[in-house]
């Protein structure tokens, strides 16, 4: 009888303990996850009018009205918010992280590596990376080397190499 208690106490811990295992790694999978993040494959580009698929690229704007707007690569967010007729709508400006693969960042928080060994999705050669990772800015910068560049002067390459004039005139809604 004693045996029957001991043994039923002892797998009742084992079941609790496990359980509590599973409640941990189950919670750790959804921190991994519960970054704001692009939805590959279904998503669609708000400039290029493409879906969106390459992991690793991208970006998303989000007006002050909530409306979000999401994009293919750097060089296509950094060209619809080109033709914005006002700025001041916008509440935040954020583009795929590099490292991550997903996880989009706050522009002002990255840094654009614009090197011609490092294609992305529209043809500009830029890659977003955390601006605090100094590692990782050093390990892809030694893979692909070319400058690092500041939000502004993104904006600053794409005005001067895309022909935004014409992609304003035609989504005069913005």
């Known amino acids: 009888m004693k045996t029957g208690i001991i043994t039923t106490i002892l797998?009742?811990?084992?079941?609790?303990f496990s359980g509590c295992s599973k409640e941990k790694a189950e919670s750790a999978s959804a921190d991994a996850t519960s970054f704001e993040q692009l939805s590959y494959?279904?998503?669609v580009c708000e400039f290029s009018h493409e879906v969106i698929e390459t992991v690793r690229y991208g970006g998303r704007l989000e007006m002050t009205n909530g409306e979000q707007f999401n994009f293919?690569?750097?060089?296509?967010?950094?060209g619809f918010y080109l033709t914005l007729d006002d700025?001041?709508?916008v509440k935040s400006i954020k583009a795929v992280e590099f490292t991550n693969g997903?996880?989009?960042l706050d522009v002002d928080q990255l840094v654009f590596l614009h090197s011609k060994l490092r294609p992305s999705p529209?043809?500009?050669?830029?890659?977003?990376?955390?601006?605090?990772?100094?590692?990782?800015k050093t390990f892809i910068y030694d893979a692909?080397?070319?400058p690092y560049l500041e939000w502004d002067e993104v904006l600053e390459l794409v005005r001067n190499e895309w022909d935004l004039t014409e992609?304003?005139?035609?989504?005069?809604?913005?």
Do not use: H
Request: with cysteine.
């Open 167 to 174: 992609y304003a005139a035609s989504n005069l809604n913005f």
């Open 41 to 43: 494959g279904s998503d």
């Open 72 to 78: 293919m690569s750097v060089e296509c967010l950094a």
């Open 144 to 146: 692909y080397p070319g």
């Open 102 to 104: 997903k996880r989009l």
């Open 87 to 89: 700025t001041a709508n």
């Open 11 to 16: 797998f009742s811990l084992l079941l609790a």
């Open 122 to 136: 529209n043809g500009m050669y830029l890659t977003a990376v955390d601006a605090s990772d100094k590692k990782m």
